[in-house]
């Protein structure tokens, strides 16, 4: 049984509010006393993901389930999906509109940051099919 899961909404287009899913994600983590490392990775893949839904997805929402070993985050969200997963994994793709890139997002980086940062990342998704990412985090005790 997990030790403890909370979830966390995050919608689309909402510039305001971006970003408190995965502070909430990082304040729960550093509550429960894991090490900075470990929440510091856990937090950039958050992040990443919630801004991604913010200008992409659809409605969506970060679950975060806290095992005894591990700390994994499933992120999901209704919108129109990745159509090419391979692509949209490579450094510097990106479909971000000139406002966003003005913005200072669009550089491609968010994904191959999630998977640098992460021990395991499944991406189910394709042609208005949403987006679910599992990010999976080995945390053996506290202490990483
Ligand atoms: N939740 C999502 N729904 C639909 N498309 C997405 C979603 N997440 C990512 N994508 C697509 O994958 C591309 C790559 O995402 P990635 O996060 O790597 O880069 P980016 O968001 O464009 O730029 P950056 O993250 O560096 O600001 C996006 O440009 C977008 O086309
Ligand atoms: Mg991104």
């Known amino acids: ?16 509010r971006a970003g408190e899913a995965s ?3 990082q304040r729960t983590l550093r ?15 958050a992040y990443e993901a919630e801004m991604n839904i913010v200008m992409y997805g659809g409605k969506g929402e970060i679950v ?3 095992d005894p ?20 994994l490579q450094e510097g793709f990106s479909t971000a509109s000139a406002e966003y890139r003005e913005m200072g997002f669009g550089a491609g980086m968010g994904l191959p940051n999630i998977k640098r940062n992460a021990d395991f990342l ?22 990483q």
Do not use: W, Y
Request: hydrophobic share 40%.
């Open 1 to 16: 049984m997990p030790q403890l899961e909370k979830r966390f909404e995050v919608e689309p287009r909402n510039f305001v």
């Open 23 to 25: 502070l909430r994600v």
């Open 31 to 45: 509550d429960i006393g894991f090490g900075e490392h470990i929440i510091r990775r856990a937090s950039v893949c």
């Open 64 to 66: 975060l389930t806290v």
């Open 69 to 88: 070993d591990e700390i994994i985050l499933q992120i999901n969200d209704d919108g129109p999906g990745i159509e090419d997963i391979e692509a949209a």
């Open 122 to 143: 499944d991406i189910r998704s394709g042609r208005n099919k949403g987006v679910r990412l599992k990010i999976v985090f080995h945390s053996k005790g506290k202490q």
